[in-house]
């Protein structure tokens, strides 16, 4: 049984849930089609992955009722004036064929594009919020200075940051700023991408546990109360992951895979503070 998150606008969030980065589309809709056979309820999308249209088209096969299943999105890069930001959720709904988002984030902070502002982007979210089509507005990918100016500008934190973090890279410092203003962290990439997968530390906790590599990654995050979404387009491999919740590890074997922390040498995806792409 999945457990719930409580998020800071009153909502809840599947702890564990499904990622889709890197699925082709004309692969998604049987991909999310087989996780929501496994017992996945939350599924993570955003407008880059362009996949949106597929993970709808899944959504409404599966015959699984609307207040069910957990959707989130993200903002395009490209797209972070208030105008592109209203114009771009309105297709996400579209595409994702419903009314209402239960979460949409802005994906990156670009914080050397737009001249730097990132608050207008998340005024325009709050905006969505109001109009009710938004049920919950977050970002990622926000350092502690991103997350402090948005919340100085506007009063308003968002519920989740969703950010880097797996056993290489734990990001502490962003992870303790969102944990500061009561913002709930979301670890994306939480098997580093498939990089702490061989990790001979994990492999020996898995053979003392019996479970999977995999397993024991997925457990040490719950354990330390993020969310996360693993990515696999292999079914064996989404049951393995969604089967995290009947075993636990020692605080001793969670300090094992603590120490494993490289810092900013252990990321895998890019630094928010450079990152520019559009
Ligand atoms: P991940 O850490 O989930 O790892 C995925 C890799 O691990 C894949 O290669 C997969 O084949 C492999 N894998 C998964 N389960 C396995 C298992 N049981 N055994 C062996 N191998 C296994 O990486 P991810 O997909 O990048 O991250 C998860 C999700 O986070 C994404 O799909 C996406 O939804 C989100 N994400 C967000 C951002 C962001 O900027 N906000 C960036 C990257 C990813």
């Known amino acids: 049984m999945v457990d719930s998150v409580k998020l800071n606008d009153g909502t809840t969030i599947p702890q564990l849930g499904f990622g889709t980065y890197l699925v082709p589309p004309e692969e998604t809709a049987a991909t999310v089609g087989a996780a929501l056979e496994v017992g996945y309820r939350h599924i993570d999308t955003a407008q880059g992955y362009k996949n ?46 419903v009314d209402r988002l239960d979460l949409f984030l802005i994906h990156w902070p670009l914080p050397t594009r737009y001249d730097g502002d990132f608050v207008s982007t998340w005024k325009a979210m709050l905006e969505l919020k109001e109009d009710g089509r938004l049920t919950s507005a977050g970002v990622s990918n926000f350092q502690p200075d991103h997350l402090q100016q948005i919340v100085d500008a506007t009063g308003e934190a968002p519920v989740v940051n969703q950010i880097e973090v797996h056993p290489y890279f734990r990001n502490e410092a962003a ?21 702490v997968l061989d990790d001979a530390t994990v492999a020996q906790i898995a053979a003392e546990t019996g479970r999977a590599p995999s397993q024991v990654i997925l457990r040490w995050h719950l354990e330390r109360g993020d969310i996360i979404f693993p990515k696999s387009m292999k079914r064996e491999r989404m049951e393995e992951n969604f089967a995290i919740f009947d075993f636990s590890l020692t605080p001793e074997q969670m300090e094992r895979i603590d120490v494993l922390d490289q810092g900013a040498a252990g990321r895998q995806g890019p630094d928010p503070d450079t990152f520019d792409m559009v």
């Open 52 to 97: 949106e249209a597929e993970v709808g088209e899944a959504v409404a096969a599966s015959g699984i009722s609307r207040d069910e299943i957990y959707l989130t999105s993200k903002l395009h890069n490209g797209f972070h004036r208030r105008d592109d930001v209203i114009r771009s959720f309105e297709e996400t709904l579209e595409k994702l064929r």
């Open 175 to 195: 992870r303790q700023a969102s944990h500061d203003h009561a913002v709930a962290v979301e670890a994306w990439g939480p098997l580093g991408q498939g990089a």
